[in-house]
């Protein structure tokens, strides 16, 4: 079976910083791709920063300067750095992976609150 498993949520003031880690297990075969999204309350689903097997990072223009997303693809983990959060940043995050053979993965998600 595969599993990914995310960690690192919870309640932050604003201006603090949480670390979120990504760790796929099972018959997950070889990654090509790893990545967070987000979905904030009556809202869809976003693309928040991936990571390709090449190092390749890209991230959503909220987020720029203020995540980073490192990992290592050939042992299927993720993490993302979020620095000088906001509450518009609340939100459940979810991992992502997308496998050579096209398969695509989730989590189920971890909790991020950004409150006072």
């Known amino acids: 079976q595969v599993q990914l498993v995310e960690s690192g949520g919870g309640l932050v003031q604003p201006g603090g910083s949480l670390r979120l880690s990504c760790a796929a297990s099972g018959s997950i075969g070889r990654l090509d791709v790893m990545a967070w999204y987000r979905q904030a309350p009556g809202k869809q689903r976003e693309l928040v920063a991936s990571?390709?097997?090449?190092?390749?990072?890209a991230y959503a223009d909220s987020v720029k300067g203020r995540f980073t997303i490192s990992g290592d693809i050939v042992k299927k983990t993720v993490y993302l750095q979020m620095n000088r959060l906001n509450p518009e940043d609340t939100a459940v995050y979810y991992c992502?992976?997308?496998?050579?053979?096209?398969?695509?993965?989730w989590g189920q998600g971890t909790q991020v609150t950004v409150s006072a």
């Open positions: 992502r992976a997308w496998s050579t053979s096209n398969y695509v993965y």
């Open positions: 990571i390709t097997s090449g190092g390749n990072t």
